[in-house]
């Protein structure tokens, strides 16, 4: 269960459309926030009112099981105002059998944009299981429409096309009667359901009493398809899976309803036969559950499918008791290993030109390895050719949203199958190091800094306003700086620890250093490096004009520039206990524990001035409709008595490279520390700011001991902003820190709330800190 691909990592002849307008507003720039091209995908005529006749095509060229779709109109920069306000999805698995998607209430027609640039997000109740999918836009009179799309989820990796069962069955209760049809399933349903898929697929596990549901507005029954042993005289009820390909199975995971009361029980033994090829093979495989009658409540019951190969499964369950039933069904694979080397014809194969030779077949054998696996290099190298091309067309600020396919998991609570988030540590590492660019919004200027991270990025208007003054800073001798270590690297330079000497008399005089004049200063300098690009060259003039303007003691000043010659220097404050992160790491709270280990410790009260002074420096950012980011305490450094100034240089230490996440190889991001809608749409704001505040303040409350979620893998990470989304009360918060009273735990919950709108200013934070504060 992986988030993955999306359609920007879609080949273009794998979207397709009914029709275009023009060659520009081809299908392929349909993706969603994708800026080329005319803007959007636009059917040649106008689309009448119930033709359903235009349609945006994708093929994921697997099944993939998709949980989430986003749309968006036609905005190409202010020129277009195309959008489609009602939209249809039809799917497929095969190619030829199209089925129109409905949601649990049976309604076709999902409400699409109201205006041609927000992204809409709509959450695919029940989910869809499908190699192709069509979107079609609905309106209720002629008009023009055009669209962007995008789809959420992963890989279906059960592999499972279609399962045929007995139609579900009524059960009469004393107040109302449970239902027990499938009823979102997507095939023929006669006597049984044939070649379809349903609520035995759809993600959602019945709860312990079957006449409950989660999903709102339903029957009793809803969740489970069940049968009673009075309509089969033979004491089984069976079901047929058929797959996409042969596999080779490992298990088979029945959910179960466990109602003693209402006589409902797992069942009491399955038979299942297995067909590999043509013919179902002779010899079944038997298999009964250990019996558990202290726990009632429903559950998965795990049946080992020993490894045998399959493309059709064929089971009987029998009954236990006068009910079964059943709310999911998922099947385990071993994950299909391609062949080293292609398969050679045997000489037996054909009688007339038999190969006697064995080293000649050897000799073949080899070339043709040798072949492949110079193809593959080719392959790879093309590949990887193609891909930097795209970077580098797209530039820094061109990359579009993330575009996730999230997938939710099935039924597993995030917080259950948590595992080791370091085991992406080193992945991310090497993302970091490599450079990848930072994500950028399209309307913003990114600013991308030397060290492949962005420092701050501001409206364009700002911009503008900016660029009207001269830039205050001088230009600093190079040769009185001393280098003493590399603070990090990035795609276009360094970050270096040094110290400047006579730095006093180069700085404004408003500004004065709690230093005596003739020691050095400690300063972090951030260096292009001599072969970057020019737009690297010049986002780095420009991150220094805006840098230039940043003047509020809670932000890291820019002391000094070396722009003369090269490589261009950006001189700018540190702080002698460097960054907030590792300053918590050596301190601990104040109490018994620190006595006996004799460490030094840090005051509640500290911990509230130094959150406040954060948020007092981003309440000056905000003002000036700067976003940060990258909020974090690893971008925070420490001075004196506890002062904290916040900078950026966070994304280029490889030593915080765990807390970072690499999208498909497009952008690094600090998932842990983004907003469901940083994440899902790319939208960083203030609000998206606060929200990082909120985790910043979390990890202060818990002395940088522990990453945030870390029991959660970064994918896992994902699904849970996915559930921010949803908001079906599923999302996990991060959890009181011990030492936080409750006052404080609330601003970081209302930090994380899911309307941007809710969320407070650092105005309110601010001022809400400082009461906390004796
Ligand atoms: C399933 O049963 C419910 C309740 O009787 C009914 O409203 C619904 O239409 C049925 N669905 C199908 C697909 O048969
Ligand atoms: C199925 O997978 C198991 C485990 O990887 C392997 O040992 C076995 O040989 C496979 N069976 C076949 C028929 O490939
Ligand atoms: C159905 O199951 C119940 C409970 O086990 C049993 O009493 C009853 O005889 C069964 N009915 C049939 C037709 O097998």
Known sequence: MLLLLLLWQIQDEDISASSQWSESTAARYGRLDFEEGDGAWCPEITVEPDSLKEFLQIDLRSLHFITLVGTQGRHAGGIGNEFSQMYKIKYSRDGSRWISWRNRQGKQVIEGNRNAYDIVLKDLEPPIIARYVRFMPVTDHSMNVCMRVELYGCEWLDGLVSYNAPVGEQMSLPALPAYFNDSVYDGAVIHRCVCGLGQLTDGVCGLDDFTHSHVYNVWPGYDYVG?????????YVEIMFEFDRTRNFTTMKVHCNNMPSRHAKAFRQVVCYFRSEADWEAAPLAFGPAEDEENPGARFVTVNLANRMASAIKCQFHFADAWMLFSEITFQSVKRCLPLSPRLPSPEDDPTHKIDDSNTRILIGCLVA????LVVIIVIILWRQ?????????????????SLITCFPRCVPASASAAASKSTAAAAAAAVQDGAPHYAEADIVNLQGVTGGNTYAIPALAMDLLSGKDVAVEEFPRKMLTFKEKLGEGQFGEVHLCEAEGMQEFMNKEFLFDIPEDQPVLVAVKMLRSDADKNARNDFL????????????NIIRLLAVCIYSDPLCMITEYMENGDLNQF???HEPEG????????????FNSLCYMAAQIASGMKYLSSLNFVHRDLATRNCLVGKNYTIKIADFGMSRNLYSGDYYRIQGRAVLPIRWMSWESILLGKFTTASDAWAFGVTLWEILNFCKEQPYSQLTDEQVIENTGEFFRDQKRQIYLPQPVLCPDSLYKIMLSCWRRNTKERPSFQEIHRALLEMQP
Request: aromatic share 8%; hydrophobic share 40%; no cysteine.
């Open 386 to 402: 193609v891909w930097q091309k795209m970077l580098e067309k797209r530039g820094p600020g061109r990359i579009p949203s993330p």
């Open 370 to 373: 040798i072949i492949f696996i």
């Open 584 to 586: 918590l790491s050596r």
């Open 542 to 553: 420009k991150e220094i004009k805006i840098m230039s303007r940043l003047k509020d003691p």
């Open 592 to 603: 018994q524990l620190a006595v006996l280990s004799n460490a030094p410790t840090v005051s």
């Open 227 to 235: 049968w009673t042993n009075e309509s089969f005289p033979s004491g």
